[in-house]
């Protein structure tokens, strides 16, 4: 089916930037104020170099106003926050969550919290939630043992007026599922697969969503095939895939190099799950080896800085060629969540290590 485009749809993309292009596809009043930097919009480039493919696509979500995709759910998320009033907003976090609520909450002129991991946060994400003036809490352990911290302290006793901006709350998916849109913008149509590195697995979900409300309005005529990609040791997700139980199995102890996704009980597993089941896609895991591989790879091949968790999408890219689930003329796109300067300590001990 040809792409149906509406008058509202073309008018109201040509009056905004980014992700508020799409409001038409949000579940937002038009007059809305919005807390915005001009999010999305980010660029879509081939990696023919690395890939000898003039299908392979890396979107480069590190272009965004703090760095990474999450500033697409932020904008959206603290726009919510700000029109229903509340105090500030809170969040558990590996490091970009942590630096897109800070920025935002701060052009909002809201409070903003946020728990993280001790030890388990890169230095580029630590420094922009104290730059955007954050009120940092840390507590042992992973991911998981901050975010638990966030549903008992703040949730669940409802201390201070507190607006929880963690991925399961839905106005962040309805930012993130604008990548979907701009893929399609870009390209014409879907592309054939999509490469999304999964940690609590809200992006893949909400990138899903976007491509699948395309398809039924009518804006384009297939869907892509989702593949997430974890960390060897931190992929909960494959495992529960591979195995096919009804239920989550758990890493109680999730360790890699690739901080952002170092992730043991991802909230939004079940409807990662279904997004590669419908698609009729796939989870990887990739070691900690092929992900700096990729990373230092993309840097030295085609000048693209991703972060440790987005090179791990190229890493993937490559094992899916290798077993035959992509080909090489399919057109594909990766996603770069993250830009390479949020982890300088990573890039720097791969560069070392990979001269040795
Ligand atoms: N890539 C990067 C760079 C991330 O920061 C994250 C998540 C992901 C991928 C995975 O996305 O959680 O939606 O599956 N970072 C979160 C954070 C957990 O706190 O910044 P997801």
């Known amino acids: 089916m040809p792409p149906n485009t509406s008058f509202s749809w073309i008018e109201a993309r040509s009056r ?32 023919s170099r690395i890939t000898q493919s003039q299908g392979a696509y890396v979107k480069l979500e590190g272009s965004n106003p703090t760095g990474s995709f999450k500033d697409r ?18 969040v558990a976090s590996t490091g970009n969550t942590s630096a897109s609520a800070a920025a935002y909450a701060a052009r909002a002129g809201l409070k903003c919290v946020v728990v993280l991991p001790r030890g388990n946060v890169a230095k580029g994400k630590l420094a922009q939630a104290l730059l955007y003036g954050a009120e940092i809490l840390e507590v042992e352990g992973v991911f998981d043992n901050a975010l638990e911290r966030v549903l008992t302290d ?27 849109f701009e893929i399609v913008d870009e390209l014409g149509e879907s592309p054939d697969f999509v490469i999304v590195p999964v940690g ?12 699948k409300e395309l398809y039924n309005y009518g804006l384009t005529s297939k869907l ?27 890493v109680d102890d999730p360790s890699t190099v690739a901080t952002a996704i170092k992730i043991g009980k991802p909230v939004n597993w079940l409807k990662a799950i279904r997004a590669v089941e419908e698609s009729k896609g796939e989870f ?30 190229l890493a993937g890219y490559k094992r899916a060629l290798e077993e035959g689930i992509i080909r090489k003329d399919d057109v594909v796109v990766l996603i770069g969540t993250g830009n390479v300067l949020k982890d300088p300590d990573a890039v720097i001990a791969a560069i070392n290590e990979s001269k040795t």
């Open 224 to 250: 892509p095939r989702m593949i997430g990609v974890q960390a060897e040791k931190a992929s909960p997700l494959v495992a529960t895939w591979r195995s096919k139980t009804p239920y989550l199995i758990e």
């Open 73 to 90: 759910g932020m904008t959206i998320g603290l726009t919510i926050a700000k029109y229903i009033g509340v105090e500030g907003v809170v």
């Open 16 to 47: 905004r930037f980014g992700v508020w292009r799409y409001i038409e596809l949000l579940p937002l009043r038009n007059n809305i104020e919005p807390v915005t930097m001009c999010e999305g919009g980010t660029p879509l480039v081939k990696i």
């Open 284 to 313: 990887i895991a990739v070691s900690d080896n092929e992900i700096l591989r990729a990373m230092r790879d993309l840097g030295r091949y085609e000048g693209v800085g991703l972060e440790p968790a987005s090179a791990a999408t």
């Open 154 to 180: 703040y949730v669940l006793k409802q201390k201070r007026n507190m607006y929880p901006l963690n991925s399961y709350n839905p106005w962040r998916l309805e930012g993130q599922k604008t990548i979907a």
């Open 200 to 211: 609590n697995a809200g992006n893949i979900s909400a990138i899903w969503k976007g491509f």
